[in-house]
Structures are given as C-alpha cells and as structure tokens.
C-alpha cells in the first residue's frame, strides 16, 4: 500500500477512477475473482488473495458497469502483466497493478469513457 504521503514521482498517465469494479484473473494455476480498487484506459490495480509475482502474464475479464444498462455490463478481455505486488497493511492480502498490455482500442475507449464519467460524477 502506498502511503498517503507518497512523494515518488507519478508515472501513471492517464486518468483512473476509485471504482470496485468486477475482475476475473486467469492464470496458469487458477484463476482469481476479485473487483478493482481503481482503474484506467491502460490498468487496473485490485487486492488478491494469494502473492502474484511481478511480470507474471495474465488473462484478464472485467465487467465495466454499463451507464444505458447497469443490469448488463460491458465484458472485456484484456492481456495484462502484473507491475507490482505490495502485502495489504491490514489482512494479510496482495495489492497488485496490473498493466494491460493486449488490449483492443475500442475497450480501451469503454474504459476511459467510465473513468470519465466517474469524474463528472457518474
């Protein structure tokens, strides 16, 4: 967990929303089923379970919330590598980022369009 008083410099470029956001993680050993802690155009980062090491490749699925039809969210499949781990301060859980690396433009646009909307206030 990064510190509220984290100085380091910001390399993320893009807009993110504080959004808990469905995610389900494949990998070689099982997948995970977890929601985001935040998300943008080019990453999500979210809590898990089980350590994930740094570089591992995943298959990711998320279920970007619809503003139409918020019965019926928008999937989205994506490639993406983890490009950090941090223990949880508080239950013995991961926070990880993770860089989607594989992504089609279109859901890309999808995402960047709800982290918008998240900052006009929904």
């Keep these: 967990m990064i510190p509220a008083e984290y100085s380091g410099q910001e ?25 985001t802690l ?10 898990v379970s089980e350590r994930v090491e740094l570089m591992t ?12 039809n918020p019965k019926r969210p928008k999937t989205i499949h ?15 859980r991961f926070d990880v980022a993770i860089f989607f ?3 089609a433009q279109r859901d890309a646009e999808a995402i960047n369009d709800y982290v918008g909307s998240c900052h006009e206030g929904g």
Excluded: M
């Design 11 to 35: 390399r993320r470029k893009g807009s993110r929303a504080a959004a808990r956001i469905p995610v389900r993680i494949a990998r070689e050993d099982g997948d995970i089923v977890t929601e």
């Design 38 to 47: 935040n998300v943008s155009r080019s990453g999500a980062y979210c809590q």
């Design 57 to 68: 490749k995943l298959k990711v699925q998320i279920l970007l919330p619809s503003r139409k």
């Design 78 to 92: 994506c490639q993406g590598v983890v490009v950090r781990v941090e223990p949880s301060a508080h239950n013995g």
């Design 101 to 103: 690396h594989e992504i």
